[in-house]
Each structure stands twice: as C-alpha cells, then as structure tokens.
C-alpha cells in the first residue's frame, strides 16, 4: 500500500506508521502515556486488523515539550486532520495520560471513536523545570487542572500514586470541578477500559465519573473492567510492556492480559477491525 504524503507536526523518529494489507476503512491516532514511548507494537497489531495506524510520541521529541506540561492539543488534532484525509473514520486511542490526551482532544475536536485505557476523568497539572501548569493548552490557552496535594509522601517502594491522585482530587473540589474534562461533548463512539487493581490512580473511578457524566448527556459509553487488573492491559499478541517511570502499577500479567482479552472484542467493534 502506498503511504500518505507525511505531514512535519510529528518528527519522523518520533511517529510509526503501520499500513494494513486489507484496508478497513479506519485511521488511528495512537497514544502512550508518561513512558513517552511511541507504541509500535500495538500499531502493528491493529493493522494486522485492516486499521492505518500512526503511533506518535507527544512530548520529549524533536520540537517538542520536554514533558507532559502545556502540550497543545493542537498536535493531536492536526494528525488526525491527516489521518482523516483518507479514512472513512479516525479514532484516538490512548494509555494514562495518553487517554487524558485523547479524552480531552476528542471534547474539542472531531473524532469518530475515542478508546481511554486507564482513563483520566479530569485534566492534571504538569511541571517542567520546576514551573507548573496544566498537561494541556487549547488555542494557547492552558486547560484548567487538579493541582497536586504538596503534603503527600509516598509510602512504599517503588512509589504506589493512586493516593496521591486521590487526595489531590478530594482536597480541592472547586478546582476538580473546574478541570473536568468535557466527555460529554466528545462525539461518536467511547470505550473505557480500567483495571480495578490500578496503583497508579484511581482509573475505575475515573471511568465512572466520564460515565455519568455521558449518561446526564443521553450518551452512552461503554467501560470494560477487570477487578484485577492494574495500570497496563496487555492485548492478545502483545508482549508485557517494560519501562517507563518507576511505580507500582498494580496488577499482574496473567490479569493485565485477560482485561486486554476482554476488551479486544470490544475494541474491534468499535474501531471497525477486520478479525
């Protein structure tokens, strides 16, 4: 299959493109999260599918933000403007904060399918060289975030966030309040995904959260959870991701993976994937 002309949003060395042999008609904007690894593994998978995929890292590339902190959502939207120009359908599909990305971006800009893996249900503040502010801009704006509770410390090692995440949302409900991110403007189809073991934060909250605040919109979501699963699903065919930042991330890999086992039929409907 021959490739779309590239676009420069996205350096070369840090996006990947997979092309499937049988096109299903569905393009794919691929997310990580603060691993800041771009997921080729994934994109591979789903264009075994039929899906064109672009995999990108959106933060600590060529021109890009050194970290998760004032990251325009601007990048996201422009690729799946490009993806879009030969897709009958775009989707985002994000992991942690990669899925705080494609929930926010998919509130504010048009995007067929949103699939969040360990969801965020509100935007959180970022830092970069000891200068905080939200993970996201808008039009050059910074979107309104949960500020962190500067008192806690963590109580184990490696270091388990969920509390922390917990108390910076219950500490300040005005702010929380303020940060939510609008899931009730994303249009066409949502899945959330979230292990109920997660130690990194509270992601089968979070997916409630976006839940309600769909249904009070008439708008349906559909969550896939598994008690015990952590911060990381791992898909059929997928190997058990390694790196990123040191925490625990709760779970197991027999667990991670049956959650990815539940989901994938749900992930394929969604995006329209070949079996």
């Known amino acids: 299959m021959t490739p779309l002309r590239d676009d420069a949003s996205v350096a070369p060395p840090d996006r990947y493109d997979a092309y499937p042999e049988m096109p299903s008609g569905t393009a794919i904007l691929l997310l990580a999260g603060s691993s800041g690894r771009v997921e080729a593994e994934r994109a591979d998978l789903f264009a075994r599918h039929g899906a064109r995929v672009r995999a990108i890292r959106w933060f600590g590339g060529a021109g890009q933000r050194p970290a ?33 990305a494609a929930l926010a971006t998919a509130s504010l800009h048009p995007v ?20 905080w502010s939200s993970h996201w801009t808008w039009r050059g704006t910074p979107l309104p975030a949960v500020p962190f509770d500067s008192s806690w410390s963590p109580s184990s090692e490696p270091p388990e966030y969920r509390s922390l995440y917990e108390s910076s949302l219950d500490r300040a409900p005005d702010a929380t309040a303020a940060a939510a991110i609008h899931s009730e ?37 559909t969550l896939i959870a598994h008690a015990p699963a ?3 699903m791992i898909l059929p065919g997928e190997s058990i991701a390694t790196g990123g930042v040191t925490m625990a991330r709760g779970g197991s890999p027999s667990a991670d993976a049956e959650l990815g086992a539940r989901a994938w039929p749900q992930i394929a409907r969604a995006l329209g994937l070949r079996s």
Do not use: K, M, Y
């Open 185 to 221: 403007n994303i249009p066409g189809v949502v899945v959330l995904i979230a292990g109920g073991d997660d130690r990194v934060w509270p992601s089968d909250r979070f997916a409630a959260e976006i839940i309600e605040r769909r249904r009070a919109n008439g708008q349906e979501t």
């Open 112 to 131: 067929d399918v949103t699939v969040a893996v360990s969801p965020s249900s509100v935007v959180w503040a970022g830092v970069a060289d000891g200068d």
């Open 68 to 100: 998760p902190h004032d990251v325009p959502i601007e990048l996201f939207a422009d690729q799946l403007d490009f993806l879009r120009r030969d897709a009958d359908r775009v989707a985002i599909f994000g992991t942690s904060f990669g899925a705080e």
């Open 230 to 232: 952590g911060h990381r």
